[in-house]
């Protein structure tokens, strides 16, 4: 059973009830507060604002807001639907955004039925005009999923993200390594790739990649999407899922999320390849890193997690630590590191 601190739903961006951006709306939870600022404030808003998308030829950018998303941050993960609106004075530019949260580890269950209270929510927010009956829905949708939190069941899963991707026909084994190919190359930085790997510098910006759909609903692919990255990068690390329309690509987002990651998401298949497509040059030594990769259990990747949230949970720890030392004597955070390794 989930905690009912646990579980949340709100809702922020654009919607005729409001003159202009929604402001009123109770958000339940940290993880959604970081939601509506990362994603929307300093995300969207600003992709926008800067004309990030409007510089785009139409003939590569989808026509407006239609998206799901996948989002595990901080131990929680959160879903939510971006859809097209206006406000009350019909400025369309912004979405209305609905998102949920749960732990983690419920992420398969919550998909399916807390999307499915999302969904609900959408449908009944598109045909309301008043600012007081949007709130009630989001309202009664938290209460919603609250009750069903002592439902919440994640089914074992008996092989990795990565080996259904080799296994199957889409995108095959030829693809998944070309997967592994731009995730080692392009997320160093969030722990992966191995000491084998080529690249030696990298920056902690947040890193983008596409997948291919697999013919599941939304749901089915970010799971597939998010869990397939979050098996590459170290635990703990951010990793957002976003697809539009019909699935047939994921959108998927690693690290500390900004303006500039978020652009990928509103360029149609026309003007961005999934990365099973690119023809990259692979050679033995990498084709044997991946097949390593491919290989591993489910019990190497719950072993690999438990390991690494640990050298997390010491490292926060020690951080706390050097924070409390430097208060009590007065000093910066930092020139109390700077002492200790002196």
Not at 85 to 90: E, F, L, V
Not at 191 to 213: V, W, Y
Request: aromatic share 8%.
């Amino acid at each position: 059973m989930i905690a009912g601190e646990d579980v949340g739903v709100t809702a922020f961006g654009k919607h005729p009830g409001w003159a202009d951006h929604i402001d009123d709306i109770p958000i339940p939870a940290p993880e959604l507060r970081r939601v509506r600022e990362l994603l929307y404030a300093r995300g969207i808003r600003r992709v926008i604002d800067r004309g990030g998308w409007a510089e785009l030829p139409d003939e590569r950018r989808l026509s407006g807001f239609d998206h799901r998303f996948l989002w595990f941050l901080d131990g929680a993960a959160v879903i939510g639907r971006m859809v097209r609106s206006t406000d009350a004075s019909g400025r369309s530019a912004y979405p209305f955004v609905m998102c949920a949260q749960c732990p983690a580890e419920f992420a398969g269950w919550f998909v399916r039925d807390g999307g499915a209270i999302l969904d609900r929510l959408a449908a009944r927010c598109r045909e309301i005009s008043e600012s007081e009956g949007v709130q009630a829905a989001v309202r009664e949708a938290d209460e919603q999923l609250r009750s069903l939190r002592s439902e919440a069941e994640e089914p074992a899963r008996t092989s990795t993200w990565t080996q259904d991707a080799a296994d199957g026909q889409t995108p095959g084994r030829i693809g998944v390594y070309r997967i592994l190919y731009q995730i080692e190359r392009e997320m160093r930085a969030f722990g992966a790739g191995t000491k084998g790997s080529s690249a030696e510098k990298f920056d902690p910006s947040a890193r983008h990649i596409r997948l291919a759909g697999r013919g599941g609903d939304a749901g089915e692919e970010l799971l597939a999407s998010a869990g397939f990255v979050r098996e590459h990068v170290a635990p703990g690390t951010a990793v957002l899922a976003v697809c539009s329309g019909d699935a047939a690509w994921c959108d998927v987002i690693v690290g500390e999320l900004d303006d500039a990651a978020l652009k990928p998401i509103m360029v149609n298949g026309s003007g961005m390849r999934p990365a099973s497509e690119e023809a990259y040059e692979l050679d033995d030594a990498f084709r044997d890193r991946a097949d390593a990769a491919i290989g591993r259990s489910i019990e190497d990747l719950a072993e690999r997690e438990r390991a690494g949230l640990e050298r997390l949970r010491r490292a926060t720890g020690a951080m706390k630590k050097g924070a409390d030392a430097a208060r009590t004597k007065g000093l910066g955070i930092g020139r109390w590191f700077r002492g200790r390794s002196g």
